[in-house]
């Protein structure tokens, strides 16, 4: 594969001034990106690469970026509902533009309950069993829905 000179990009927060560069981005899915975060409404065709190897070395970056993304939004979907027992698992989906059985399917592969008011009773009524206080055993309740 000919090497080619790509692009960069230098990313910074402007809250607490952090800032990060990466080079060697093939110029064609540096594009794609900045229109992906623009929300511009189609996809960009490749216009930079034309040989066969700079189109195969274009997709095998495209592809290791998607694979990448994908693993960090199934950990913000986690996050998401590790906020709350009464997270919104409805808006969850929606904004991660998955159906529900899929977001069920990613919770349940990361430990998380499917039925999360069943749990958090059954953790609430072992904490009493246990002879813990009503409040503490509503707080161990709380605390292992955030850890599960």
Excluded at 39 to 47: F, H, I, K, S, Y
């Amino acid at each position: 594969m000919k090497p080619t000179k790509g692009w960069s990009a230098k990313f910074s927060s402007t809250t607490n001034k952090n800032e990060g560069t990466i080079s060697g981005i093939r110029p064609d899915v540096a594009e794609a990106f900045m229109a992906a975060l623009r929300n511009l409404e189609d996809a960009p065709r490749p216009r930079h690469e034309k040989s066969f190897e700079e189109l195969t070395a274009t997709i095998a970056q495209t592809s290791h970026l998607i694979q990448f993304l994908e693993r960090f939004r199934e950990r913000a979907i986690v996050a998401a509902d590790r906020t709350s027992y009464e997270a919104d698992r409805k808006a969850i989906a929606i904004a991660a533009g998955i159906p529900p059985s899929r977001l069920y399917r990613i919770l349940e592969q990361n430990g998380r309950p499917k039925d999360r008011r069943q749990f958090y009773m059954d953790t609430y009524m072992e904490g009493m069993e246990r002879g813990l206080s009503s409040d503490d055993a509503f707080d161990a309740a709380n605390r292992r829905l955030r850890e599960a």
